[in-house]
Nanobody, 124 residues
Framework: QVQLLESGGGLVQAGGSLRLSCAASGGTASNYAMGWFRQAPGKERELVSAISWRGVSTYYEDSVKGRFTISRDDAKNTVYLQMNSLKPEDTADYYC?????????????????WGQGTQVTVSS
């Protein structure tokens, strides 16, 4: 069973950058589509970005387009989310997720595997 471990969260000022990492262990991440979700206090969880098997397709939620970049390094079993020009409204717990099918993440928001999450706080 693949396990996902996020890292890279923290406190940053508005306009700053963070890079989140999601390392997969116990399996081969290259077999999965991967995604990043986030959940802010009092709000529903939302899909931020996703990347398909081999990175052929990507998805970005409208509010992060042009600021966030998802990528994957299958040799390292790791997926990244580069977050630039961060805004206070990006503050949330960010979760890595994996699924066999890209559409399961993008359309159904129902990935098979979840990480524990990493907290991102953007101060104004």
């Amino acid at each position: 069973q693949v396990q996902l471990l996020e890292s890279g969260g923290g406190l940053v000022q508005a306009g700053g950058s963070l890079r989140l990492s999601c390392a997969a262990s116990g399996g081969t991440a290259s077999n999965y589509a991967m995604g990043w979700f986030r959940q802010a206090p009092g709000k529903e969880r939302e899909l931020v970005s996703a990347i398909s098997w081999r990175g052929v397709s990507t998805y970005y939620e409208d509010s992060v387009k042009g600021r966030f970049t998802i990528s994957r390094d299958d040799a390292k079993n790791t997926v990244y989310l580069q977050m630039n020009s961060l805004k206070p409204e990006d503050t949330a717990d960010y979760y890595c997720a994996a699924s066999n099918l890209f559409r399961t993440i993008v359309s159904d928001h129902a990935p098979r595997l979840w990480g524990q999450g990493t907290q991102v706080t953007v101060s104004s």
